[in-house]
């Protein structure tokens, strides 16, 4: 019996250690363990859950698009990654190498996917021959591998999930559509399902992705003042059709290259839900993606009538919600820590007074605000509420953003702020990337996106005082 | 012009070549690619939509037996892999090594997993501790890695997608029950959602998996004759447990070795779907997983009104059912024999004549039925011919494995058999190793399975004379 009253341990506060906050939540809350292989993840069922329900609201967004799901290999050989240079020049450097199958070496290594855009173009290169075969508008959901030398829980590890589409269009301009599309899609999915506020732009040449010539950006501000770039959509061009000879029969007959884009989201996506919505009790999910929306907690559950009425209510909930019960012998106040500390947006409490009424207690994990809902009004107040944890935390997340937003217009100003109050700086740019290093250095922040939603904040670069070109939102960055 | 009136070329025919008879198809129906990397396919939309609809079944019924899904890491360290001998033996020869991250050599090599169990037994230790934490139900949806030398389009792949089920429980009964339990899910699903028959059985110790103390299996029917194991149930004991040091303490306070399972079923199933339903026209899908149900074809779609009804009939049909209408400029005709090629159940014809009696024609892809319904009945009627598609299927599948199955009691008639009727040959054997392999070498045939539903076919081995202890089905196999 020992075991069963344990408490819920306490996790580290965010006031007292960020880093260790974050890792005490993804452990507690059962999200990942970690495994034998050096960054490599063991996602557990619950946080995969959490990536499932991800999965399929995007995918159901994809597929509306029109878009369609493919499996590509998880090898890429040598000679295919290194035929677009900049691709290669990017990638070569932190990817793993299958140099042997079973006692033989092989011929060719072959790295394991760091992205595919090589196997999409391969691939592209034997489908596409006529205007007819365009658009091509393929996704892929699996895992890819990049060798990184620090790793962090979901953050960045050498093997992560996430989706990546690929897709080839006969213009530069539906291509730059498609971009702009997708990037949208993620936006509203990140602040209408995720509650996470983004902001919308371009990066800069330095930090755009290997081989694309335009990468869009959504970033959005941890509680800690630290920017996650938290999915980016790519403009090829017709780079890679040219590197791998993928080329088109127009209309009018004639040999043209078809245009390019890629995009992604990760699980990256999760560590950024833990650190945009939670807190010192543990970790807070947005209801479309809570792999429980409501926790039912039978109160003096030994009392005749309670277990049953809780199960009833478990199996009439279950029709317009994720519900589960939990009618273990812990203590009331262990489950609710416990319920808690995973995130769960709703806990509904039901005990013999509360049957008396007819009603029962719902409690809101966001703000722990506390309702008495008759039971007849379940199935209408449910879904209310979870849209009210929704808003709320979305509102709490924008609030915070914004007061952690800060102006700079002077590189003496820019230091001062970044060292002083961590937040996205925004500044004006001239647009040479030797400002963008000596900020790095000296201010110790990156240019985290050009935005769509531009501001005048004075006519000269924040660095070098040359006539600005754009506002630049800079900061630190996980 | 000329591209789009191109006819819907003819495959090979079955009794001329069946290997190409099978690659005609899954190229034709656009199942898959072959990919730059030897031995891994590209999964085409198509092919990747069955897998899709497979993997929803199944995931539902796993998730209803009240397993959980999980991500385990891509790579396993060769100390682990080694851990439990007869596992190590199994599969070492056939894995692919990674040896370098980025520039550097690792100081251990990785293996790409060929299977899983090591990696969740170095997590259950981790997270076992108590019976409380038992049993465990994981399952996960992946891809694994087997450097075969001869490869075919889903039959044998180096890389293949599958799911990899890995359960712990506190007794041996227990885990014997869950081997049982997902054998027959397998089995179910199989002939309940696809139309294959399946002979349950159990493997003799020769084709039993590495490491595990039983295997059970499903076998099926190839239209050639050839057997295909569909899908397989292993039975560990501790054996994995005690290799992995992982324990429990059980409600004495005692420390006790748990009892595992694993179960997997993969793409290779999509190759038995191919080889058990098709004809000379191509594929032939059984509803339950067809990305598309109904295709609906507009005739003489120029006269007016016939788009606008074929269209109002999907957007109707949409509710019930996967629905497709193709408005193209090709021909009813390449039209019927397209959507033979990739297998739809059911064609919709709807024509001027049609609307102006209210009806349409459908026609069944697997006997090429047709009827007439009248458009207010569709609702009611598509769900009962689909289920109709699907017995009939069935009902052929099995007939033909019945007439395909023989029996032998000598070792001539075993030679003779084998060598002029492909098909099941059901025959009693004495348990001994050397028997199998004997009639491996000589009549070129290896057991199948120890079937469930045993027969008294006679006293003794077919092989050596012996007392015979157990039927067996023995068959040539992909």
């Given at each position: 019996?020992?075991?069963?009253?344990?408490?819920?341990?306490?996790?580290?506060?965010?006031?007292?250690?960020?880093?260790?906050?974050?890792?005490?939540?993804?452990?507690?809350?059962?999200l990942?363990?970690?495994?034998?292989?050096?960054?490599?993840?063991?996602i557990e069922p619950y946080g995969w859950a959490i990536w499932e329900n991800i999965r399929d609201i995007l995918d159901h967004?994809?597929?509306?698009?029109?878009?369609?799901?493919?499996?590509?290999?998880?090898?890429?050989?040598?000679?295919?990654?290194?035929?677009?240079?900049?691709?290669?020049?990017?990638?070569?450097?932190?990817?793993?190498?299958?140099?042997?199958?079973?006692?033989?070496?092989?011929?060719?290594?072959?790295?394991?996917?760091?992205?595919?855009?090589?196997?999409?173009?391969?691939?592209?290169?034997?489908?596409?021959?006529?205007?007819?075969?365009?658009?091509?508008?393929?996704?892929?959901w699996?895992s890819?591998?990049?060798?990184?030398?620090?790793?962090?829980?979901?953050?960045?590890?050498?093997?992560?999930y996430w989706q990546?589409?690929?897709?080839?269009?006969?213009?530069?301009?539906?291509?730059?559509?498609?971009?702009?599309?997708?990037?949208?899609?993620?936006?509203?999915?990140?602040?209408?399902q995720?509650?996470?506020?983004?902001?919308?732009?371009?990066?800069?040449?330095?930090?755009?992705?290997?081989?694309?010539?335009?990468?869009?950006?959504?970033?959005?501000?941890?509680?800690?003042?630290?920017?996650?770039?938290?999915?980016?959509?790519?403009?090829?061009?017709?780079?890679?059709?040219?590197?791998?000879?993928?080329?088109?029969?127009?209309?009018?007959?004639?040999?043209?290259?078809?245009?390019?884009?890629?995009?992604?989201m990760?699980t990256?996506i999760i560590?950024?839900i833990?650190?945009?919505?939670?807190?010192?009790?543990?970790?807070?999910l947005?209801?479309a993606v809570a792999p429980i929306q409501?926790?039912?907690?039978?109160?003096?559950?030994?009392?005749?009538?309670?277990?049953?009425?809780?199960?009833?209510?478990?199996?009439?909930?279950?029709?317009?919600?994720r519900?589960?019960?939990?009618?273990?012998?812990?203590?009331?106040?262990?489950?609710?820590?416990?319920?808690?500390?995973?995130?769960?947006?709703?806990?509904?409490?039901?005990?013999?007074?509360?049957?008396?009424?007819?009603?029962?207690?719902?409690?809101?994990?966001?703000?722990?605000?506390?309702?008495?809902?008759?039971?007849?009004?379940?199935?209408?107040?449910?879904?209310?509420?979870?849209?009210?944890?929704?808003?709320?935390?979305?509102?709490?997340?924008?609030?915070?953003?914004?007061?952690?937003?800060?102006?700079?217009?002077?590189?003496?100003?820019?230091?001062?702020?970044?060292?002083?109050?961590?937040?996205?700086?925004?500044?004006?740019?001239?647009?040479?990337?030797?400002?963008?290093?000596?900020?790095?250095?000296?201010?110790?922040?990156?240019?985290?996106?050009?935005?769509?939603?531009?501001?005048?904040?004075?006519?000269?670069?924040?660095?070098?005082?040359?006539?600005?070109?754009?506002?630049?939102?800079?900061?630190?960055?996980?």
């Amino acid at each position: 019996m020992a075991e069963q009253k344990k408490m819920v341990e306490a996790i580290t506060s965010m006031e007292e250690d960020f880093a260790k906050w974050y890792t005490d939540i993804v452990k507690k809350a059962e999200l990942m363990d970690y495994s034998s292989v050096r960054g490599c993840m063991i996602i557990e069922p619950y946080g995969w859950a959490i990536w499932e329900n991800i999965r399929d609201i995007l995918d159901h967004e994809f597929k509306e698009l029109g878009h369609e799901n493919v499996a590509m290999p998880l090898f890429i050989p040598e000679s295919l990654l290194q035929k677009e240079k900049d691709h290669v020049e990017g990638f070569a450097p932190e990817v793993a190498w299958v140099t042997h199958g079973g006692e033989e070496e092989l011929p060719e290594r072959l790295c394991v996917r760091p992205t595919s855009e090589t196997l999409f173009c391969d691939h592209y290169k034997n489908i596409i021959h006529s205007w007819r075969d365009l658009p091509k508008l393929y996704n892929q959901w699996c895992s890819v591998v990049r060798w990184e030398k620090t790793t962090r829980p979901f953050l960045r590890s050498v093997e992560f999930y996430w989706q990546e589409g690929h897709t080839m269009h006969a213009t530069a301009q539906e291509a730059m559509e498609e971009t702009e599309r997708m990037l949208n899609v993620y936006a509203d999915f990140c602040e209408k399902q995720l509650a996470i506020p983004v902001v919308k732009g371009r990066k800069t040449k330095k930090e755009q992705f290997a081989g694309a010539e335009a990468t869009y950006t959504i970033e959005a501000l941890m509680h800690d003042g630290k920017a996650l770039q938290s999915g980016t959509s790519h403009y090829f061009g017709d780079g890679f059709a040219r590197a791998f000879e993928i080329t088109y029969t127009d209309k009018e007959n004639k040999p043209q290259y078809p245009h390019q884009t890629s995009w992604g989201m990760s699980t990256r996506i999760i560590g950024g839900i833990i650190m945009t919505h939670g807190d010192d009790n543990g970790l807070v999910l947005p209801p479309a993606v809570a792999p429980i929306q409501v926790m039912i907690i039978p109160i003096a559950q030994h009392k005749p009538g309670v277990l049953e009425k809780a199960e009833e209510l478990r199996a009439r909930l279950k029709k317009i919600c994720r519900v589960r019960m939990d009618d273990s012998e812990q203590s009331p106040g262990w489950k609710f820590s416990q319920y808690e500390m995973k995130g769960v947006p709703l806990r509904l409490e039901i005990g013999p007074k509360d049957i008396e009424k007819n009603q029962c207690v719902l409690v809101r994990r966001d703000n722990r605000e506390k309702t008495f809902v008759s039971l007849d009004e379940l199935e209408a107040k449910i879904p209310e509420l979870l849209e009210a944890v929704r808003q709320g935390m979305y509102d709490k997340a924008l609030a915070r953003r914004e007061q952690m937003t800060y102006t700079a217009v002077s590189l003496e100003e820019m230091k001062k702020t970044a060292d002083e109050k961590p937040g996205f700086i925004k500044a004006m740019w001239c647009g040479d990337q030797a400002c963008e290093e000596k900020l790095k250095e000296e201010a110790g922040v990156s240019s985290r996106c050009m935005p769509f939603e531009q501001e005048h904040l004075s006519d000269t670069c924040v660095c070098c005082g040359r006539p600005a070109k754009t506002m630049v939102y800079w900061g630190k960055a996980y």
